[in-house]
């Protein structure tokens, strides 16, 4: 289908035994089609050669195209995951005047300030805030696909999950993304064997890098007590987990006996600052 405009490279010359490269490899997708695709589809991509009209070679690649709310896997979209954590969302709005209104209750400041207080007990309380008023939506757990975190899958975005009150670990992962982002703090995916959890920095840090595969550099961030992590689906549980307790629960996945089950940390700040802006 035509999910991206025909273009042409025009080669002056090639002579016997050259090869060039060409360096303007830019093509032109076509976003309305794309943002149409409600599933995915298979496409076909077809690279012609020819002189002065005439057609000397033809080659054809197959090409899968995602549904508009798909995450492709590690394997091909790891630094896009960070696009599917959508904090102007407005069911992130709605979630964040939730936790704002108990931080009050609780002869606390309502105010979502980030890390401007310099205190990593804040950042905390506004991390456990967070988490108190997603569990009040009282959503039920969706099994997701196997093997999701390198085949990928749809993505829920906050205001499906608000309304149909139903959601995979990974649709809860970035749920809380989003509402800690938009809180002012950096979140954390971290991806498992067929399983998704969230963290928040209690300090402005990030990763060192975007994608982080070793799961070392992350249990150094928690055991320096700058990385809160915990387990997202503990809000499906009747009652809900307390966030005291998904943090256990997800501590015992970061197990160094556990180690094979890692398969990923995703920095949201780090890539938003690589350009992965929100969907």
Same mark, same amino acid.
């Given at each position: 289908?035509?999910?991206?405009?025909?273009?042409?490279?025009?080669?002056?010359?090639?002579?016997?035994?050259?090869?060039?490269?060409?360096?303007?490899?830019?093509?032109?997708?076509?976003?309305?089609?794309?943002?149409?695709?409600?599933?995915? #589809?298979?496409?076909?991509?077809?690279?012609?050669?020819?002189?002065?009209?005439?057609?000397?070679?033809?080659? /054809?690649? #197959?090409?899968?195209?995602?549904?508009?709310?798909?995450?492709?896997?590690?394997?091909?979209?790891?630094?896009?995951?960070?696009?599917?954590?959508?904090?102007?969302?407005?069911?992130?709005?709605?979630?964040?005047?939730?936790?704002?209104?108990?931080?009050?209750?609780?002869?606390?400041?309502?105010?979502?300030?980030?890390?401007?207080?310099?205190?990593?007990?804040?950042? &905390?309380?506004?991390?456990?805030?967070?988490?108190?008023?997603?569990?009040?939506?009282?959503? /039920?757990?969706?099994?997701?696909?196997?093997? &999701?975190?390198?085949?990928?899958?749809?993505?829920?975005?906050?205001?499906?999950? #608000?309304?149909?009150?139903?959601?995979?670990?990974?649709?809860?992962?970035?749920?809380?993304?989003?509402?800690?982002?938009?809180?002012?703090? /950096?979140?954390?995916?971290?991806? &498992?064997?067929?399983?998704?959890?969230?963290?928040?920095?209690?300090?402005?840090? $990030?990763?060192?890098?975007?994608?982080?595969?070793?799961?070392?550099?992350?249990?150094?961030?928690?055991?320096?007590?700058?990385?809160?992590? &915990?387990?997202?689906?503990?809000? $499906?549980?009747?009652?809900?987990?307390?966030?005291?307790?998904?943090?256990?629960?997800?501590?015992?996945?970061?197990? #160094?006996?556990?180690?094979?089950?890692?398969?990923?940390?995703?920095?949201?700040?780090?890539?938003?600052?690589?350009?992965?802006?929100?969907?």
């Amino acid at each position: 289908p035509p999910f991206f405009r025909p273009k042409t490279w025009t080669i002056d010359r090639v002579l016997a035994g050259d090869a060039i490269s060409l360096s303007d490899r830019k093509i032109e997708l076509d976003a309305a089609y794309l943002a149409g695709l409600d599933e995915a #589809e298979r496409g076909e991509i077809t690279l012609r050669l020819s002189a002065r009209g005439e057609p000397l070679s033809e080659e /054809h690649i #197959e090409v899968r195209l995602l549904a508009r709310d798909e995450w492709g896997g590690v394997d091909d979209m790891a630094q896009l995951l960070p696009a599917f954590v959508m904090p102007n969302d407005p069911a992130v709005g709605r979630i964040l005047k939730v936790a704002a209104d108990q931080l009050a209750r609780h002869g606390r400041s309502s105010a979502l300030d980030g890390y401007q207080s310099g205190d990593p007990n804040r950042s &905390f309380v506004l991390v456990a805030a967070i988490y108190s008023a997603i569990a009040g939506l009282r959503l /039920h757990y969706a099994q997701p696909p196997a093997s &999701f975190e390198h085949r990928g899958q749809k993505i829920r975005r906050p205001t499906t999950v #608000e309304t149909e009150r139903l959601a995979t670990c990974l649709d809860t992962s970035l749920l809380f993304a989003a509402a800690i982002e938009a809180s002012g703090l /950096h979140p954390v995916v971290l991806l &498992f064997r067929d399983h998704a959890a969230v963290g928040a920095w209690l300090t402005p840090r $990030t990763l060192s890098r975007a994608i982080e595969p070793d799961a070392m550099e992350v249990r150094k961030a928690l055991a320096s007590r700058e990385l809160v992590l &915990f387990e997202t689906t503990g809000v $499906t549980h009747r009652p809900p987990m307390m966030i005291q307790a998904a943090q256990r629960a997800l501590a015992q996945r970061l197990d #160094e006996e556990q180690e094979g089950q890692f398969v990923a940390a995703i920095d949201v700040q780090r890539a938003r600052s690589g350009g992965i802006t929100p969907l």
